[in-house]
Nanobody, 115 residues
């Protein structure tokens, strides 16, 4: 069974930066899509950023220019660099991957941004 584990969340003041990591229990080369989602209380999960099937990146409008997604196959790791954090970025962040048509999710990690 493949597992995804997030780390790097925590508390930051507005304007600060955090880097989230997602480590996969197996190589990430086989994932057709891999990315980050977030969830606010009482809301559905929403896309933050992802690598698409052709290897290009896609960002939510609210994160463009502030967040950057990257990956390293050798380390089986996906990252999300979050800069210029805003209180509206507060939420639980999830790593996601498409494993041969089966969606995989990490357990999520909390990011809290104070004003």
């Amino acid at each position: 069974q493949v597992h995804l584990m997030e780390s790097g969340g925590g508390f930051k003041q507005a304007g600060g930066s955090l880097r989230l990591s997602c480590v996969s229990s197996r190589t990430i080369d086989g994932f057709t899509v891999m990315g980050w989602y977030r969830q606010f209380p009482g809301k559905a999960r929403e896309l933050v950023a992802r690598f698409t099937r052709d290897g290009s990146t896609e960002y939510a409008d609210s994160t463009k220019g502030r967040f950057a997604i990257s990956r390293d196959s050798a380390k089986s790791t996906l990252w999300l660099q979050m800069n210029s954090l805003e209180p509206e970025d507060t939420g639980v962040y999830f790593c996601n991957a498409d494993n041969f048509g089966i969606p995989l999710w990490g357990k999520g990690i909390l990011v809290t941004v104070s004003s």
